[in-house]
């Protein structure tokens, strides 16, 4: 089993920035594809970025609506993944949830693909 468990989310005004920090245990850290998902209230769950494992290169994937804004990265040594979230928007409210998949052929980019999830952490993003 793997446990996630999310931090760095707040309240925050339109054009701040944020970092989310996943911390990870429970499984060698550098074989899980790690993953960034949100859900807005009455929304489905989507996708925001995907960081592969080392051994399918370690590459960033992002949602369309976030490329360029976020950044994704993983410390293996740490077992942490982070979201550095810049230039928000009052849209990027949501619950955020670090996601998990043990040793990944594909990026994770779909819930379906998904092993593990964390709690989730609230952003929040003013006007």
């Known amino acids: 089993q793997v446990q996630l468990v999310e931090s760095g989310g707040g309240l925050v005004q339109a054009g701040d920035s944020l970092r989310l920090s996943c911390a990870a245990s429970g499984r060698t850290f550098s074989n899980l594809a790690m993953a960034w998902f949100r859900q807005a209230p009455g929304l489905e769950r989507e996708f925001v970025a995907a960081?592969?494992?080392?051994?399918?290169?370690?590459?960033?994937y992002y949602a369309d609506s976030v490329k360029g804004r976020f950044t994704g990265s993983r410390d293996n040594a740490k077992n942490t993944v982070y979201l550095q979230m810049n230039s928000l928007k009052p849209e990027d409210t949501a619950v955020y949830y670090c996601a998990a998949a043990w040793l990944a052929r594909t990026p994770l980019t779909t819930m379906g693909a998904v092993d593990y999830w964390g709690q989730g952490t609230q952003v929040t993003v003013s006007s």
């Open positions: 960081i592969s494992w080392i051994g399918s290169g370690g590459n960033t």
